[in-house]
Structure formats: structure tokens, C-alpha cells
């Protein structure tokens, strides 16, 4: 089966060294990087339990990764689990201060709970929509770019449930047509076809893309601006020529959106409160 390149919401690490240290920190948008086959440890400091993933590698240096899924280890493997223990214990304020921080970080990045009520913000392609609720028998939803309003039209008596289904159903169908208009667009400017895409809900991937064709975009994505759904789709796009993330890659994402550093680093800061809970 080929396995699928991934786009996460994107990584970028941040990692001092010291001797056998090496301490690296993800964003809340990227996507995990323990290792499921990675053993877990336990391990008692003071009062705490500290609970981590031990990966094996031929690095130099022992090195932890602070993500979602918590701590990870990574170390040579030559040094042995003892001296593994050790120096985590030696590094223990700073990850348990990093532990912490990231938790605090990722409770105030929850997205607030949406009203679906009349005169709720809608983000739509990096601008917002006015959703307008009208009493009507008949259900129906339209767009109003000139007054940048969302009229969604349904029975007196419909639930918030039923309004905000009837939004996302919308912005999927945007989401449908905008990507389906774009990735010809870039695939001729790379030259290259794609066999077939469709929509995600993924939660940590903007898109993805096997060496196939088959590419599949994040349906939220229609919540950014154009350029930042164009990055994604080039980026996608270039997996077809380059199935990794090396400076070949990057490369062939520059030739066809030149400005693709900028829009990797918005999307990248992108909080999550910034987006409605579907």
C-alpha cells in the first residue's frame, strides 16, 4: 500500500544541544511525532510520574521532543537506560516546565464554543460572513459576497445542530469547488497529473498526497485566504515529483509559488481559537 505524504497544520522545531541534550519543541497545530512502536517508560521523580516514549536511533546526542502525545526520548544506542534515566532527570524543571507550558498553551487555543445564531462571523476565505438566520418552510442557503452575508433559510422550529450542519454542508461544497478549480491550475504549471482528490476532516493534516496521485485537502482550509489554500495545493502537487520534504522539494514548490515561505509561516501561526467548532 503507498503510504501518503503528509502536510500537518506544520512543524517547525526548536531544539538547543548540550552535550548528550538535544530539546525540541513542536507547534500545537503539527502533527504527532511519537512513534506508535516507540516502548514507554515510567518514571518516579519527587512526587511525579513521568511517563515518556523511548525511540532508539543512531543520533549523537539524547534528544526530547515536547509535542501533543507528550514526552518523547530519542537516544543512541549505545547509552544505556540508566543513563537515559539520569539525564532526564537531570533536564526534569525544564520538561516539566515545557509539560506544562504546552498544556496551558493548548487550553487557551481552544476554539470558543459558536453561537449559530443570527449574526454569528462565518470565516470564509480569509474574510468572515454574516450568518443570517430567516424563517422559511423551505430550507435553503446563499451567499451574499457584496454584503458579505450568509443567508441560511430554514424552518422556525429548526435546532442550532440543524443551522450549523447546514453551514459546514455549505462550506464543504465551497471547499469542493475552489480546490477543484485550483489544482489544475498548479498541476499545469508543474506539469504534472493528479489521478483523483478529495475532501478531509483531519484534525492535524492540511492535505495529503500519495505517490498515485490521489490528493486529499483539509475542507477547512476554505476558512483562509486563497494564497494559503494555493500553498497547500502546491505543495501537494510537488509530491508528485518529490515524495519528500528535502531542498529538491522545496524547490519545485518555489517554481510554482514563489511566495510559499510566507504562506507556510501564516498557516503556521494559524490559531486554532481563530476557527468555528464544528
Known sequence: MTQPRNLSADANLLSTQQDLFAAELTPLSAQ?????????????????????????????????????????VTAPRWVSVA?????VRDKQRWIFAKLNERRDRKARQ???????????????????????????????????LELAELMVCLPVDASEQQRKECVQAWLQLEAKRIFGERLPLYADKLGVRYQSYALSSATRQWGSCTADGRIRLNWRLIHFSLPLI???????????????????????????????????KTLRQQAPATLPAF
Open 32 to 72: 504527532g511525532t511519537g512513534s506508535a512502536t516507540s516502548p514507554k517508560r515510567r518514571l518516579h521523580i519527587g512526587n511525579h510520574i513521568l511517563e515518556f516514549s523511548l525511540k532508539r536511533s543512531t543520533r549523537r546526542t539524547i534528544g526530547f521532543l515536547i509535542n501533543d502525545d507528550g514526552l518523547r
Open 83 to 87: 543513563e537515559i534515566d539520569n539525564v
Open 110 to 144: 481552544l476554539p470558543a464554543a459558536m453561537q449559530w445564531s443570527d449574526g454569528a462571523a462565518v470565516p470564509y476565505l480569509g474574510g468572515t460572513l454574516t450568518l443570517r438566520i430567516v424563517a422559511h418552510q423551505r430550507s435553503t442557503i446563499s451567499c451574499n
Open 230 to 264: 494555493d500553498y497547500v495545493v502546491a505543495h501537494e502537487l510537488s509530491h508528485l515529483l518529490e515524495m519528500n520534504h528535502g531542498p529538491r522539494f522545496w524547490s519545485t514548490v518555489q517554481s510554482i509559488f514563489p511566495e510559499f515561505e510566507v504562506a507556510r
